[in-house]
Each structure stands twice: as structure tokens, then as C-alpha cells.
């Protein structure tokens, strides 16, 4: 079975220019995260889609990230414009829903602002 | 709200040392509690979980036991293999959510030969 898939693994852009990752998930999760997580920290949620709806987005900074799962099964994560703080390692994660469920993680994408 | 403090780090043992990495963590209710363990250039895998107190988790030779009297989930493992090289979460995910991950920092363990 695939497990979650993340791209690009690595991106080095300019502050002010746009970013934009991919997720696809494992299939048959109907659960999608977005976590940030910065060096020498744990990771940190920033959004959660149930199906094409997002359940939770308390974290996500709306005035320059946005997110969408259109059809409830890819994701993609955008940020605009990129701000040098945004430099972080941006993780999606899937798995099934409801309460108790294990969490998977791809590899993550790792981002730096420069 | 949620929270989850781990040990500082960085942690050095030689191969075949025991190892024991602390986990303490606020939250109501009954949380789950989880280790995730992220090895060099690999994403976040799940390494074992408990969900309920007196549990204890295992996988591949680590331990944790959920403690609620004391707020802790331990890792523990009896014998470190230079493999086992990484950086170490711990977690919880609240009382009836659904799966909402609050990790620690995360500590890294560095075994050598």
C-alpha cells in the first residue's frame, strides 16, 4: 500500500514569491492534516479536512495561506507571499476517520525562504 | 489546553545502552498517547501508541507505559541499536477527538558503535 505522498521534497524560494505543495493521501483516508514543523520543534497542525471540508483551520495563518481538497482526496497547501518565518518543513498526513485512528505522515516538504 | 514536554536533548549512548526518554503531558480527560519516531531523511512513523491508562505500547524493543497518576508516557528500551539513531516524539491526541496530534519537541538519540 502507498503511503502518503508529498511534493516537492525540497523548494528554495525568494521572500514574496508564492509556494504551493501537493498531497495525496493513502487511499480510503478521509482524514487530511497539514502540519508545520520548525527546526528543532514537533510538528503543529494547521489544517484538517474531513472529506473536502475543513474542520479545522484555528491555525492557519488566512492571510497568506490557503488550502483546498477538491473531491476529498488530493490536497494542496499555498502560501503567498512567503515571509523568511515561513521556513519550515510543511507535513501532510492522512488517516481514517473518527477517534483513535493512527495518523500516517509523508516525507514532508521542506521549505526555506530566502 | 494540550501540551506535551519532553526531555532536552540531544541524547548520546553507546550500542547496547539502556535508554529512557521522558514524556509528561496536560490534557483532560483520557487522551491517547503516542511515540513517533522520524529517522534521518524519512518522514514521522508511528512507533507505538496506548489509549487508555495502564496501557503499555510496544514495537520493535521500545516500551511506554501510560502512567495517568503521574501524567507520563516513558519510552523505554532495554538495549539501543546504533539503528535506532533518530529523533524521538511524543504525542497525545485528546479524549473523543477525532486522531488531532499536540506533539513535543522532539529529542534526538544519537547511538554509537
Known amino acids: 500500500e502507498a503511503g502518503v505522498v508529498q511534493s516537492p521534497r525540497y523548494k528554495i524560494i525568494e521572500k514574496k514569491q508564492p509556494v504551493a505543495f501537493w498531497c495525496n493521501p493513502i487511499?480510503?483516508?478521509?482524514?487530511l492534516y497539514w502540519y508545520r514543523q520548525n527546526l528543532g520543534q514537533g510538528p503543529e497542525l494547521l489544517i484538517r479536512?474531513?472529506?473536502?471540508?475543513?474542520?479545522?483551520d484555528s491555525q492557519l495563518p488566512k492571510d497568506r495561506f490557503s488550502a483546498e481538497r477538491l473531491k476529498g482526496v488530493d490536497s494542496t497547501l499555498k502560501i503567498q507571499p512567503a515571509e523568511l518565518g515561513d521556513s519550515a518543513v510543511y507535513l501532510c498526513?492522512?488517516?481514517?476517520?473518527?477517534?483513535?485512528?493512527?495518523?500516517?505522515f509523508g516525507e514532508g516538504s521542506w521549505l526555506t525562504v530566502v | 489546553g494540550n501540551s506535551v514536554t519532553q526531555m532536552e536533548g540531544p541524547v548520546t549512548l553507546s550500542e547496547e545502552a539502556f535508554l529512557t526518554i521522558n514524556c509528561t503531558y496536560t490534557?483532560?480527560?483520557?487522551?491517547?498517547l503516542f511515540w513517533y519516531v522520524q529517522y534521518p531523511g524519512e518522514g514521522l512513523q508511528l512507533l507505538l501508541k496506548?489509549?487508555?491508562?495502564?496501557d503499555k505500547g510496544s514495537n520493535k524493543g521500545f516500551e511506554a507505559t501510560y502512567r495517568k497518576e503521574t501524567t507520563s508516557f516513558h519510552l523505554e528500551k532495554g538495549s539501543v541499536q546504533v539503528s535506532d539513531s533518530a529523533v524521538y516524539f511524543c504525542?497525545?491526541?485528546?479524549?473523543?477527538?477525532?486522531?488531532?496530534?499536540?506533539f513535543g519537541k522532539g529529542i534526538t538519540l544519537s547511538v554509537r558503535p
Open positions: 490534557a483532560t480527560g483520557y487522551p491517547s
Open positions: 504525542a497525545l491526541s485528546p479524549t473523543g477527538a477525532n486522531s488531532k496530534l499536540t
Open positions: 487511499s480510503g483516508h478521509n482524514t
Open positions: 479536512y474531513e472529506n473536502e471540508e475543513a474542520v479545522d
Open positions: 498526513a492522512s488517516s481514517r476517520s473518527g477517534a483513535g485512528n493512527t495518523i500516517y
Open positions: 496506548a489509549t487508555k491508562a495502564d
